[in-house]
């Protein structure tokens, strides 16, 4: 196990790139950089809480390592930006290794079985807070570090979750076939949800296409159609396919029905949709953290990350352009700063 692997490059802690001009970060922003820090000082006091909870030295290590890893990645970053914006940050929590020795930090103990679950509970419930900052945040430096901590919070879930498996002390959901290494009922539920998605997702694109006459919003339109939503729509079909499940029926193909411009009876604007595609990635990103969650499996786990990979990159380039457009519906700004 290499616990190692946590702990990101020196580069992704302290980024090399040029200062940006920015008006004051909006409500929202800096709601979720508080939020981010304030559950990584709960997260240092549970974990430390654990550790002394435990004379397991494999746990010890696991636990260090995300210790270590929540101040260099999550606490150190949120800390810094909070400041140059203004805001006085709340104290760090009082360290609860010096209270004694490990293994005698609570009159009522927890099993290393129950620490383990614990921090697969609380893993879930941070990936998933990060799926929601990266959609919320528009500065592109702030969401560039949600971005970070959501991939390296990836990997610091998987090595909690392998010890879990090799300890079986994590109990996943019943095999969905009788087939060796089957996919669980959830991670089924989980590849029919996506594929759901997806055909939404090729339905509006094609509709969205017909729509608008704008070149820039074309060639947006089309790559997310041809080089996103199609080819993870193959992968989620030929993984069930591979299972022994008859996957449901693609959506007919509306690009052939009608010139651009004139497909729908009540034209969007090109403003609207835009908008309708940013709440759409926000919600994408949400659901494809929550299948990786749920994934056993490391194909499972590679395909849901490589997903989510994907929708970041693509909510970079649509936030980009709705930025450049102006066709933002920010929450109000807001500062600590005087004057």
């Known amino acids: 196990m290499k616990l190692i692997s946590i702990l990101p490059p020196l580069s992704k802690i302290i980024p090399f790139v040029k200062p940006e001009t920015n008006k004051p970060l909006h409500a929202g922003e800096i709601y979720f950089l508080w939020e981010g820090l304030t559950s990584g ?6 974990a430390e809480t654990y ?3 435990t004379e397991d030295s494999e746990v010890h290590l696991l636990l260090e390592a995300l210790v270590k890893g929540t101040y260099m990645k999550r606490i150190a970053p949120l800390e810094r930006i909070l400041k140059e914006e203004g805001f006085t940050v709340p104290p760090r929590p009082a360290s609860k290794v010096l209270q004694g020795k490990p293994g005698v930090g609570q009159e009522v103990k927890l099993s290393d079985e129950e620490v383990i679950n614990n921090l697969i509970a609380w893993g879930q419930v941070t990936l998933n807070q990060n799926a929601k900052a990266v959609g919320a945040i528009t500065r592109e430096s702030v969401r560039k570090a ?3 901590l959501l991939f390296d919070d990836m990997k610091g879930y998987d090595t909690i979750m392998d010890l879990a498996i090799s300890r079986q002390s994590f109990m996943p959901p019943p095999p969905a076939t009788a087939k060796d290494n089957s996919l669980n009922i959830d991670e089924v539920a989980r590849l029919w949800e996506e594929i759901h998605l997806r055909h939404i997702s090729v339905i509006n694109l094609s509709i969205y296409l017909s729509n608008t006459k704008d070149k820039e919003l074309i060639k947006l339109l089309r790559r997310a159609l041809h080089e996103v939503a199609l080819p993870q729509l193959n992968q989620l079909e030929i993984i069930l396919k591979n299972e022994g499940f008859t996957v449901p029926t693609r959506p007919v193909d509306r690009l052939q029905q009608g010139p651009s411009g004139q497909m729908s009876k009540i034209n969007l604007s090109d403003e609207e949709v835009l908008r309708v595609l940013m709440s759409a990635a926000q919600i994408s990103i949400m659901y494809h953290v929550r299948a990786y969650c749920v994934a056993m499996r ?11 990979s994907t929708e970041t990159e693509e909510y970079q380039k649509l936030i980009q352009l709705t930025t450049q457009r102006h066709t933002l519906d920010n929450p109000p700004v807001v500062t600590s700063r005087r004057g």
């Open 51 to 53: 550790l002394m909870n």
């Open 41 to 46: 000082y709960g997260f240092v006091s549970i």
């Open 298 to 308: 490391k194909d499972m786990k590679n395909l849901f990350r490589n997903i989510t």
């Open 146 to 148: 949600f971005t970070n």
